[in-house]
Structure formats: C-alpha cells, structure tokens
C-alpha cells in the first residue's frame, strides 16, 4: 500500500471501528514485564515501519535494536518475535509446550477452521499429525520404497532436461512437477506427466496461493479481515483454495468407491478405512471426517511440492552464480559414485556434496519468517511475559545467518558444514525445518528428495547462465511469497555425459 494515497473515508471508519473492537484483547502493561517494541500508531500498529513485502527483513533491523525477544503491533494483532538461535531454541526446544499452539491466521482460518495438521490446535492436531506421520511411514517415507520412486523421478527429470538440448528455460513448473510427483504418489497412488493438463492447473493453484499468502494484500487481510472487499488478493487465494477442494473431493471419492481394506493403495485409501471404523463405533465427535481428509491432504500436498522444488531452483542458481564449487561436487560424485545412479548410502561418502545441499538450504532461508505460532500458555522467556494466546514468529531468517553462529552468515560458504579434515559436521543452528513440536513432519522425506534429485542433477549436467548474461548478472534476492524462492530466471543444463 502507498501510504502516501489519500485513505477513503470509509477504509478509515472500518480500520477504526477494527481498532476499537480490538482494544479489549490489547495486553495490560500495568502489571507485567511485557517484550519492548517500537511504539505503535493508532489504527495502524507498526505498518508505517514494516516492510509489507519482505517483513522479516525489518524484524532483523528490530532485533538488533530491542534484542532477541520484541513485540510489534501489526495492526490491532500484538505479535512477539523470537530471534536468534539461542532464544528461538530456549522456546521451541527447551519451551515446547508452550510454543507448541498455531495461530489463527484468518485468509486461512475462513476455509479450514481447525482442521487438517499445519493449522489446526488441541486434540485434532495431534489426532491428525500422528496418524499423518504413521501413514507417510507406512507408504515408504525414509525407506527405499520411497528412494526408489524418487530415483525413478529423477530419470524422467533428467529426460526433461535433456529436451531442451542446452538451450535456456525456466525451471519452476518442472521442478514443482518432479517433486510434487512424489508426495503425490503417497496420497494419490499414482504420479502424473509433467505435462497432464489438470496436473499444471494443480500445481500453478498451489503456486500461486503460496505467492498470495505473502503478498502485502494478504498481510494486510490478516490483520484486518473486515478489509476484505477493498483487497484483491484474499479473493484469489480463496477462489484458488477451493478449486483446490473441489479437485481433492474428487479425487477421494474416486478412491471410496473402489476401497479395499485390504488392498491400501494410498495415504487417502488409508483415511478412508480410518473414517469406515470410525463410522462402525458409532462415533459422532471423530477426527476422521471429510473436512480433515481435503485439509491435511493439501497441507502435505503445499508443503511436500513447493519447499523442497524452491530449494532445488536455489541450488542450481547457486551453483551457476559459483562454477567453482558445482566442479568440487560434480568432482566428488564422480569419484564416489561414478556413473552409477546415486543413491542415499552414498551420501555419508560424499561430504562435500552433502555440505552443499546445507548450505542451499541456509542460505535460500525459503521461509523466513516461519508459520506463526501462538502461545498455549502464560510463559516467561529471556525475563519478559508473553500471555496465553500470544502471536509468535519464530524468526528462522535470524537463526539462519546468526552471527554468532556461522562463520559467513551471509555468504554461501559450503565450509560452515564441514570441519578441518574436510568432514561433514552437523550444526545445532541448522534449523530450515523449525524445531520443537511444529517441526516440518515431512522432513526426513525432504531430505532424501533434496539430496537424491540435486546429485543426479549434477552428475548429468552443467548449468550455465543463459548466453549473454554473467556469473554477476544473477540476482539472489529473494522473491516475495509464503516461501520465498528465487527471482524468474532461465539456465542452460548441458549434458556432461
């Protein structure tokens, strides 16, 4: 927003009318030693100081200012955040309960109200985590059923790449297809070509709405939801949200008709068998109800697609900006694995090429501010008093290049993950998948795709920039969205061998 723009009168009526209805759940400072902040404005909190696009750059610019553990008002939402890897593991590590609640984010809240794993709280959430995590371990996640149907993706990524025979292209829509496939695969039973038709509609919805959800549109909805007739952006990502419904609606009720409970096929075959006992006990208040099946299956559906395919889009963009360390890995590959395709035991063998997929992921930072989390409890941390039902952002970004913990912060420098000898180290201040009970549940899963799909990226090809643009032309700022991937861009894949 330009807050240089004449304000309508009755934006300003709404906002204050938000404002005052708001007042009631403001904090008394009275009595408590509550986390300092910039002072707020009336109506607006701090938005004047924020930048709307990239906020966790301006919390950055905060914490060093107030400290580790601050309060800004965004809007009439009172909001702490938690920087540094010290403070964000004390709350949730050492913490976990009471950090262990989601916020209620409202573009959200208003068409999953509790439901699924990543937003909802109490009981349904651990109902809902629980069983989602026994299922994705049930259909091969960490285990080499599921290695080996991402090395099958690989050679039908490796064949995309090759059609292009060198010439430059764009890598989003396969990367999002190449890793969607396999989450895909657990909940669906199947994988889809890249270029399947109702496959690219899927994968451009999810896209776009983790787009829309960082927007300053989107921000500016969460904190004032009766705003949401002058906003664009909302509208989209509810309009996208539910023809994402539609499509898992249909999808499950393809997979209730030809059920078989002793032949699962798949994560939703699984829910669905949970659903059938449920419905045999006679239970009115279950979990296992179509509202939680549609929410979770999306939830994995975002989360397994977009931040694994972001963080491969930053690899390669990293490797084309320092050809110096792509030969180191392709080096080591070739020593340790050869020609042979590689697989997850060669990766204790491979440091190098381990280190580097670390600092991929630490340096992209693809989700800097973290969901927001909330207070299940009244807490005390590093002194100050933060009240049950608090809004929480773990600032990830601060972790991620806290000086005090990485040699170069704000350098891609593989070496933070390896010692003197050369040999990986692990580094407690690695936190890409959150920590403590909120922790991605997809994690191991991640980190088989990232390693398996960049190594065999690698060993087949050389990335370049496209002609006519340099190793100093390609821009690392992150783009703006919910997971921040990198700026459009084109690469040459030339084929090693």
């Not at 934006?11 to 759940?25: A, D, R, S």
């Not at 049950?388 to 350098?411: A, C, F, M, N, R």
């Not at 070496?415 to 990986?424: A, P, Q, R």
Request: with cysteine; charged share 20%; proline share 7%.
């Amino acid at each position: 927003m330009d807050w240089t723009e004449p304000i309508p009168a009755l934006f300003l009526f709404i906002l204050m009318i938000t404002f005052v209805l708001k007042l009631g759940i403001f904090w008394n400072k009275s009595s408590q030693n509550l986390p300092p902040g910039p002072r707020p404005l009336p109506l607006i909190g701090n938005l004047h100081i924020m930048d709307l696009k990239r906020p966790y750059r301006t919390m950055l610019k905060l914490s060093k200012q107030y400290g580790p553990v601050f309060s800004i008002q965004m809007g009439p939402q009172k909001t702490v955040v938690l920087a540094g890897y010290e403070t964000v593991k004390e709350a949730l590590v050492n913490q976990a309960d009471a950090f262990a609640d989601r916020s209620i984010i409202p573009i959200l809240q208003d068409l999953a109200p509790g439901f699924g794993v990543t937003l909802s709280n109490g009981e349904n959430w651990k109902v809902m985590r629980r069983f989602a995590l026994s299922t994705l371990r049930d259909y091969g996640m960490g285990k080499r059923t599921i290695e080996d149907r991402i090395v099958e993706e690989c050679s039908v990524l490796i064949k995309k790449f090759e059609s292009y025979e060198g010439n430059p292209f764009e890598t989003n829509t396969i990367m999002n297809a190449a890793v969607a496939n396999i989450i895909v695969a657990i909940l669906l039973g199947k994988r889809f070509d890249y270029e399947d038709p109702t496959f690219i509609r899927l994968l451009k919805l999810i896209n776009e709405n983790i787009r829309l959800f960082g927007s300053s549109s989107v921000t500016l909805y969460n904190m004032f939801p009766t705003l949401g007739f002058l906003l664009g952006a909302p509208k989209n990502f509810t309009q996208n949200r539910a023809e994402l419904f539609a499509f898992i609606n249909a999808t499950f009720l393809k997979h209730l008709r030809d059920l078989d409970e002793n032949d699962q096929r798949s994560f939703i075959d699984s829910f669905l068998i949970q659903q059938q006992e449920e419905e045999k006990k006679n239970k009115t208040n279950g979990y296992f109800h179509n509202e939680n099946l549609k929410n979770v299956v999306l939830n994995l559906l975002a989360a397994g697609m977009e931040t694994t395919s972001t963080t491969l889009r930053w690899g390669l963009l990293l490797m084309m900006k320092h050809p110096e360390i792509q030969i180191k890995v392709q080096e080591e590959i070739a020593m340790v694995v050869g020609s042979s395709q590689p697989r997850i035991e060669h990766r204790t063998k491979m440091p190098y090429t381990d280190a580097v997929v670390h600092e991929i992921q630490r340096f992209a930072n693809i989700v800097p501010t973290n969901l927001p989390l909330a207070t299940a409890t009244d807490v005390t941390l590093n002194g100050y008093f933060i009240p049950k039902g608090t809004h929480v952002i773990p600032l990830l970004s601060s972790v991620l290049h806290d000086e005090s913990q990485w040699e170069k912060p704000h350098k891609f420098y593989p070496e933070h993950f390896l010692n003197s000898e050369g040999k990986f180290v692990k580094r407690d201040a690695f936190m890409p998948f959150s920590a403590g009970r909120r922790a991605c549940l997809g994690e191991t899963l991640a980190k088989m795709e990232l390693f398996l799909f960049f190594t065999s990226l690698l060993q087949r090809f050389t990335f370049q920039p496209p002609p006519g643009t340099s190793q100093e032309d390609l821009d690392l700022t992150p783009a703006v969205g919910g997971v921040t991937p990198p700026m459009p861009h084109q690469l040459c894949a030339l084929t090693r061998f």
